[in-house]
């Protein structure tokens, strides 16, 4: 059967059905734009040790997407001459350590992760060609359609992801200011080894000079006839003793000097001399006052924020127990018309098998989790405090004993010594002993000495503040 012609259709003006499918789509794209912080806004406040040395950082421009893939401010690890202070080795740790620039380029990423988190989904455009080789019968017409569609958001899910991102990026700021206090403390530590070793080394050549004058003496003795040979034998093996100690001070030395000048990324130490006295000491305030202090360290501090961070996952899975519609537009073009029709279409997940309710339960339970490890950290910090603080009085009693009495009395029973050997008036054993006394309360002193600043810069780092700053104000004279 013929098919009945079409009456001739009367010529509209122009229109534009593109228009308003182009118009919604880019209100789709303003949607998804992302407002960036401020850069200085990605770190958490710097605790107050050693907060007046520059750190390393990323530059902002690596925010910014200046920054090629894998290209990183790189520069020729310092290798300071002459004498080095312990705030000069501080500061070059932290401005150079490899470490604190790793952790520096965490919390950068991080706060890109949190951007794209963000964003939202991307619009999908599809195109469909019906009926373009099919029989031509009945109302069978070709046509082609042009659709965008897009997911709706419900529940704000977007301002929650970005919540979530942006709260786990405060954790990475957290684990840069704890490697930054790390690092500082360490660099102190191996600084304080470094300057224990010079004194051990000096300590053996004084040894080695007492030494050396009791082998003088025992040969003149010998040589004279008034003591036998065999205690110029025995000097001869104090000596060689001496040597030995003297050479193993000096490798332990050039192995602490490495050590410190690893810290901030040199092959090996250039410096001359670790400037740094070991003698004074501060006022040990009480340990309660020093308790005060832990809710500031980094490793407590930073618990208020984790739990921020799981609370902004609980509400970002309660909000993704929410099916998101996804709403779509078009054309739909027919060509032997040469006409076009406008499509909408809206679809929306069934939750039948899936509401997200373990989800949910999951992120209230790590609710509960982090605030009971924030008590966990809490206590930790303060074990920790207390055992650096046990030993911080220990050196300290230590010190005292050695430098009130005991180093005194042995110094006078050797010269004593020496001095009635020299007369003949006691036998070269007297002398022995009398020096191997000297000689290892004089090395006890110098382990307490390295224990006290050890435990003082441990204190120091467990409670990010100096310990100066922490002492209670000495009461006038």
């Known amino acids: 059967m013929p098919r009945t012609p079409r009456k001739p259709r009367t010529r509209q003006p122009a229109r534009r059905p593109w228009a308003r499918p182009v118009l919604v789509l880019g209100l789709l794209t303003l949607a998804g734009c992302v407002q960036h912080r401020p850069y200085d806004d990605l770190w958490v406040e710097t605790r107050p040790y050693h907060d007046e040395a520059v750190a390393a950082r990323p530059p902002v421009s690596a925010l910014d997407g200046d920054t090629v893939d894998g290209d990183a401010p ?36 991080a706060e890109a992760d949190a951007r794209q988190m963000g964003r939202a989904p991307n619009p999908r455009v599809s195109f469909a060609s019906e009926n373009f080789s099919g029989p031509e019968r009945g109302d069978t017409l070709e046509r082609h359609t042009l659709r965008i569609s897009q997911v709706i958001e419900l529940m704000d899910k977007r301002a929650r992801r970005q919540a979530l991102g942006e709260a786990t990026q405060r954790l990475r700021a957290w684990d840069y200011e704890q490697q930054r206090i790390d690092i500082a403390a360490s660099a102190g530590t ?9 004194q051990r080394v000096a300590l053996a050549q004084e040894q080695l000079t007492l030494a050396q004058a009791g082998y003088d003496v025992a040969s003149d003795r010998a040589d ?27 490798q332990q030395l ?18 001359d001399h670790a400037v740094g006295d070991l003698e004074s000491r501060v006022d040990i305030p009480e340990l309660e006052a020093l308790r005060s202090h832990l ?65 949910i339960l999951a992120a209230r339970l790590r609710v509960s989790q982090a605030e009971a490890q924030r008590e966990q950290a809490l206590a930790e910090a303060g074990r920790s405090l207390t055992r650096a603080y046990t030993r911080l009085q220990s050196a300290d009693f230590a010190l005292t004993a050695l430098e009130k009495d005991a180093l005194p009395a042995a110094q006078r029973a050797h010269d004593a010594a020496l001095e009635s050997y020299a007369s003949g008036l006691t036998d070269y054993l007297m002398v022995i002993e009398a020096e191997r006394t000297v000689i290892e309360i004089r090395n006890r002193r110098l382990d307490a000495v390295h224990a006290y600043h050890t435990a003082v810069l441990e204190i120091e780092r467990i409670t990010s503040a100096s310990l100066e700053a922490t002492a209670p104000p000495r009461s006038a004279p």
């Open 295 to 359: 809710s500031q360290s980094p490793a407590v501090a930073r618990w208020d924020d984790e739990t921020a961070q799981r609370r902004a996952a609980l509400q970002l899975a309660r909000a993704n127990a929410t099916p998101d519609p996804t709403a779509g537009i078009g054309l739909r073009y027919f060509p032997e018309a040469d006409e076009a029709a406008g499509v909408a279409e809206v679809s929306i997940p069934l939750n039948i098998f899936d509401d997200n309710r373990d989800a």
């Open 224 to 250: 004279s006839g008034t003591a036998p040979g065999l205690e110029r034998d025995q000097a001869t093996a104090r000596v060689a003793l001496r040597l030995i100690a003297l050479e193993q001070a000096s």
């Open 254 to 271: 050039a192995a602490e000097r490495a050590d410190l000048a690893a810290t901030w990324g040199a092959a090996d130490a250039a410096f």
């Open 190 to 198: 191996h600084y304080v080894a470094v300057v224990t070793a010079q």
């Open 74 to 109: 790189s520069s020729a690890a310092p290798n300071p001459t002459g004498e080095l202070t312990l705030r000069e080795a501080v500061a070059l740790s932290l401005r150079h350590s490899p470490a604190l620039a790793a952790a520096g380029w965490a919390n950068a990423a």
